[in-house]
């Protein structure tokens, strides 16, 4: 079993935390991961994409054609990585900002308005979270038990404070 996940939106949008978090968390559970971020020219701002790959099995190859799933932050990511969803897969997209103008008949695209909802958590910038918990349905092999020990991991021993937000956000976009 292979989850492979496409992530995009402008740098400072937590692109890559969202896939550092998902990384992590399918090391935790002894998975074999791949993790590989490309940044724009200007880091802030800038476009930001990277892709994960979760198995239960050796990885062959770290490139990512076509995508079980996604998220996208921005109107630019969205036109350019809505085709490199597969049939069948699906596509989280903050719909806060993103206009779904171009749509597919042959995956779900999973409308968030994450901005609205990381509002009322207290902090717009937790959007990327929210997408993340939208997103952890569509996933075979990674459920939010593992996502929260590897936000403990990754924020928890750095920031405990910014802890409980986080997967106050992840938990809000995994009840819509």
């Keep these: 079993m292979m989850d492979k ?3 995009a939106g402008f740098g400072g949008q937590g692109v890559m935390f969202i896939g550092k978090v998902l990384a992590y968390s399918g090391m935790l559970g002894e998975r074999e991961v791949c993790w590989i971020p490309s ?3 200007e880091m802030r701002g800038g476009t930001a994409n990277c892709s994960v ?6 990885i062959n190859s770290p490139v990512i054609n076509q995508a079980d799933a996604g998220i996208v932050l921005n109107q630019p990511s969205y ?7 597969k049939p069948g897969g699906t596509l989280v997209v903050n719909s806060s900002i993103i206009n779904l103008t171009k749509k597919r008949d042959d995956i779900k695209i999973v409308a968030v308005s994450a901005t609205e909802l990381a509002n009322e958590i207290g902090n717009s910038s937790l959007a990327n979270m929210v997408c ?7 996933l ?5 038990e593992s996502i929260t020990k590897a936000m403990d991991e990754v924020v928890g021993k750095k920031k405990p404070e910014l802890y409980e937000l986080n997967v106050a956000a992840i938990k809000k976009g995994l009840e819509r």
Excluded: C, T, V
């Excluded at 790959?53 to 050796?58: H, T």
């Excluded at 036109?79 to 969803?85: H, P, Y």
């Excluded at 993340?132 to 569509?138: K, N, Q, R």
């Design 5 to 7: 996940i496409l992530l």
């Design 53 to 58: 790959i979760i198995s239960d099995e050796e």
């Design 132 to 138: 993340l918990g939208a997103l952890l349905p569509a």
């Design 39 to 41: 940044y724009g020219p």
């Design 140 to 144: 075979s092999l990674i459920n939010m």
């Design 79 to 85: 036109d350019k990585f809505l085709d490199r969803i």
